[in-house]
T-cell receptor, first 111, second 114 residues
Framework: GQSLEQPSEVTAVEGAIVQINCTYQTSGFYGLSWYQQHDGGAPTFLSYNGLDGLEETGRFSSFLSRSDSYGYLLLQELQMKDSASYFCAVWAPDGANNLFFGTGTRLTVIP | KAGVTQTPRYLIKTRGQQVTLSCSPISGHRSVSWYQQTPGQGLQFLFEYFSETQRNKGNFPGRFSGRQFSNSRSEMNVSTLELGDSALYLC?????????????FGEGSRLTVL
């Protein structure tokens, strides 16, 4: 089966940097994705790591280490609007077009 | 282009009733998948349709069903509602399984079962 673990809550100060970790166990691995979801909103895609290393998209970066079954999302120059839930996700191992999501991390940005 | 549209956004039902939720994917997207989101269980995969065929199904009872029409619009149905079915039901669309892990989600239908 698939298992993805994240911290349930993280609090950080506006302007700071925060890292959200994700450890996974999966029978087949096809990359790690990250999604953001504001309260009452749709999950929106942030980034994807298919290979080891760092992917950067503006203020957001995502890292993957396949040997450690670990990844993280890094948010820099935090803004109040970054307060949201963040989910890591992996593709189904059998080639199916569906994702398995982590437990989610609620990020609260404080002034 | 227009995003994924789900209707209704909110609905209240009582135990034993049934409900039908609708999803209109992004134009050109042939894959539509459904997810249930609850505070306790997070986002869980229900099923995925592609070109009117169910390709995959998650671990949910048979009370949960769906279908997809020739225009890629999809509906899901839950029969004999239980209190535990109260959740946000999210629809996601894509061309097919891509290389980037990106699905496009709607804002969901929030179902409350009383």
């Amino acid at each position: 089966g698939q298992s993805l673990e994240q911290p349930s809550e993280v609090t950080a100060v506006e302007g700071a940097i925060v890292q959200i970790n994700c450890t996974y166990q999966t029978s087949g691995f096809y990359g790690l994705s990250w999604y953001q979801q504001h309260d009452g909103g749709a999950p929106t895609f942030l980034s994807y790591n298919g290979l080891d290393g760092l992917e950067e998209t503006g203020r957001f970066s995502s890292f993957l280490s396949r040997s450690d079954s670990y990844g993280y999302l890094l948010l820099q120059e935090l803004q109040m609007k970054d307060s949201a839930s963040y989910f890591c996700a992996v593709w189904a191992p059998d080639g199916a077009n569906n994702l398995f999501f982590g437990t989610g991390t609620r990020l609260t940005v404080i002034p | 282009k227009a995003g994924v549209t789900q209707t209704p956004r909110y609905l209240i039902k009582t135990r034993g009733q049934q409900v039908t939720l609708s999803c209109s994917p992004i134009s050109g997207h042939r894959s539509v998948s459904w997810y249930q989101q609850t505070p306790g269980q997070g986002l869980q995969f229900l099923f995925e349709y592609f070109s009117e065929t169910q390709r995959n199904k998650g671990n949910f009872p048979g009370r949960f069903s769906g279908r997809q029409f020739s225009n890629s619009r999809s509906e899901m149905n839950v029969s004999t509602l239980e209190l535990g079915d109260s959740a946000l039901y999210l629809c996601a669309s894509s061309m097919d399984r891509g290389n980037t892990g990106e699905l496009f989600f709607g804002e969901g239908s929030r179902l409350t079962v009383l």
